[in-house]
């Protein structure tokens, strides 16, 4: 592939491939990742690819797993689960011994990927290369199932939606591979959604700070594995698996520009699928915010926005988002810990959604809050909570107002007309 050319003749002439379900959904497309893989392999590179379940497939299971139970074990739907990767990895090594090179297809647990022992959302401990190191010596290309580990107990957890980008990033920074390359149905990272707003523009190079933002709040790469990325400073390329033409490329990138007048907003982002939870007159005490969210943390819910109104008569309201998914669970929890701490009223709502613009060059220029409000408001869209970071503006809104809220940031930015 021509986009080896990109690369300068990396110390340890190692690539990490990363393929998604899109990627590898059939025989067909399976095979046309062979190709590609054989094709960096054939240019000189030890080759690890990590590919997601084929399509659906963890869909699927999880039907199949509701079908069989209301409440699953985690341990046992993770073992469930793990099995998607597992077909998807040994068809891709066959397809590449096809075409005459050596493979071989590694479990996650035979790739020494080590988790904690959180089941369904573990995270990486770390990583024993040596079987992975001994494979490549020997000239094989390894195939590794994503989504996947081991944790102390010797049991197979998984690591999440999303837990494939994150597997990849992970060996790459072990094997100091010299990138990773993440190969997906979209051709890189864009400045909103293509789907939505048409005038959306592919960011050909952007920094780890500006992506990991976008990536919380709803980009195309999940958030944990920009995190690795720039943590152990492996630079991630983002591409697609059906065509040649040239996508993102992730790393410590500063944009080359005069000092102060950089580019302001890069992109924007979004996130369905939200719901708020409020806790009317809450005593406000000392610990309040403690024994709300640390039983909700024990049972594996993130919390994302949350707002804390003034205290009036000593008593306040707190509300916070989380993903809709989450929210039978959070209520579940909440209800019981609600007499101790006092709450008058627990209230819940759904269909709501995230938007957010993101831009490091927004830091310490003023401005850019009022304007995006200013922007909804003319569109009538009705801001129900905002939160902040340096470089990221983000609103609550009505989830039926999302697209139209992408398409007027989009274009209130200007964000089609800036080049990067």
């Known amino acids: 592939m021509s986009c080896y050319k990109m690369i300068n003749n990396g110390l340890n002439r190692i690539l990490v491939h990363k393929y998604g379900g899109s990627s590898v959904s059939d025989a067909k497309k399976i095979a046309n990742v062979a190709k590609r893989i054989a094709s960096a392999y054939e240019a000189g590179f030890q080759m690890v690819a990590v590919c997601s379940a084929m399509g659906d497939t963890t869909d699927d299971l999880l039907d199949l797993a509701s079908q069989v139970t209301t409440n699953p074990q985690p341990r046992e739907l993770d073992l469930l689960l793990s099995t998607g990767e597992l077909v998807s990895a040994t068809l891709l090594a066959m397809a590449i011994a096809e075409l005459g090179h050596p493979a071989i297809s590694l479990s996650g647990i035979q790739a ?23 494979e490549l010596n020997e000239g094989n290309i390894v195939i590794v199932a994503g989504f996947q580990g081991i944790n102390i107990n010797d049991d197979v957890t998984t690591l999440g939606r999303g837990g494939s980008d994150t597997t990849a990033v992970a060996l790459a920074a072990a ?56 943590v152990y400073n492996v630079p991630i390329y983002v591409a697609s698996s059906f065509n040649d033409d040239p996508g993102t490329l992730i790393d410590s990138y500063v944009q080359e520009q005069t000092m102060e007048n950089r580019i302001k907003v890069t992109g924007i982002a979004y996130q369905r699928n939200i719901a708020k ?30 707002v804390q109104n003034t205290s009036a008569d ?100 200007e964000l089609d007309r800036v080049v990067n």
């Open 112 to 134: 020494g990927i080590h988790t904690d022992e959180m089941y369904g959302k573990a995270r990486i401990d770390n990583i024993e290369t040596d079987r992975i190191n001994k």
């Open 175 to 230: 094997l100091r591979a010299d990138r990773c390359e993440v190969y997906t149905d979209v051709d890189g990272i864009y400045t909103a959604d293509p789907r939505i707003a048409k005038q959306a523009r592919k960011i050909t190079h952007i920094g780890y700070e500006e992506m990991l933002e976008l990536a919380c709040y709803g980009a195309k790469m999940h958030p944990r594995s920009i995190e690795l990325g720039s």
């Open 277 to 306: 939870i409020t806790l009317r007159d809450v005593p406000d005490k000392p610990g309040l915010a403690g024994a709300l969210f640390e039983p909700l943390t024990n049972d594996g819910i993130s919390v994302d926005t949350i």
């Open 314 to 413: 000593k008593l306040t309201d707190i509300s916070f988002t989380i993903d809709k998914n989450d929210l039978p669970a959070t209520l579940l929890t909440l209800e019981k810990i609600t007499s101790v701490l006092g709450s008058g009223q627990l209230l819940s709502e759904e269909n709501l959604a995230m938007v957010s613009i993101v831009g490091s060059g927004m830091q310490n220029t003023p401005g850019y809050a009022s304007k995006m409000f200013t922007i909804l408001a003319k569109g009538s869209i009705n801001i129900d909570m905002i939160t902040t970071s340096e470089i990221r503006i983000s609103c609550i809104i009505s989830e039926d107002k999302l697209e139209d809220a992408v398409q007027l940031l989009h274009q209130g930015f």
